[in-house]
């Protein structure tokens, strides 16, 4: 199934062909919007009831599996900004969530480790992480959460695909609409949205 949306106007006596994204099919849009929104609710949601935002939470958990490691080992498992990190280890260690010490093996380097009060608020979030994760699966059977889990896996393991070279497009020449209603003229003869094929 194609990801796009194609129209035609006439230009003169040539055909102009246009492709626009289709949001509603188009890959990247729709996990696009699942992690904002996902982002967003969790954010509001273990701040007011925990008081951490979310990138606290990712980095609590990622410790909670995997103490004693370095901020640069966080950034690299969670995906995170080094800056991001550093700024919600320091907050964190203030408030009494997580522990620094040195490694004896490389003096340069700090190793953080959740703090008996991290380890207590880490279990408190993920009871109720995991009640929202179930309720938000809900509408899946377990076949589907199954597939579903996979299919993500894989994507991510293809992420280097967008490092891949493309092709970019020459600018055409095309003359400019010297008033709104001439661009509007053209741009509602350019687009005319593909109606959604059924689902199968």
């Known amino acids: 199934m194609g990801r796009t949306t194609k129209a035609l106007r006439e230009a003169g006596s040539a055909a102009v062909r246009h492709e626009t994204i289709d949001p509603d099919i188009y890959v990247p849009a729709l996990l696009t919007t699942l992690s904002n929104n996902l982002t967003r609710s969790a ?30 080992h966080i950034c690299n498992a969670a995906q995170l900004d080094k800056g991001v990190v550093s700024r919600s280890l320091a907050w964190m260690e203030k408030r009494g969530l997580v522990l620094v010490r040195g490694d004896e ?17 880490h279990d408190r979030i993920t009871v109720v992480a995991l009640e929202r994760e179930r309720n938000f699966l809900a509408t899946l059977t377990t076949e589907e959460t199954d597939a579903a889990i996979h299919l993500l896996r894989k ?46």
């Not at 949601?45 to 004693?68: K, N, Q």
């Not at 093996?105 to 608020?121: E, F, I, K, N, Y």
């Open 105 to 121: 093996t490389d003096a340069r380097r700090r190793l953080v480790a959740l703090s008996p009060a991290g380890h207590d608020l």
């Open 155 to 200: 994507l991510i393991g293809n992420l280097r695909a967008f490092q891949k070279p493309v092709a970019i497009p020459p600018p055409r020449d095309v003359p400019a609409a010297t008033t709104v209603e001439a661009a509007g003229e053209v741009l509602a003869a350019a687009v005319r949205p593909r109606a959604r094929a059924a689902a199968p």
């Open 43 to 72: 954010s509001t949601f273990y701040r007011r009831h925990f008081g951490v935002g979310i990138t606290d939470w990712r980095i609590m958990y990622r410790l909670a599996s995997e103490p004693w490691v370095t901020a640069h």
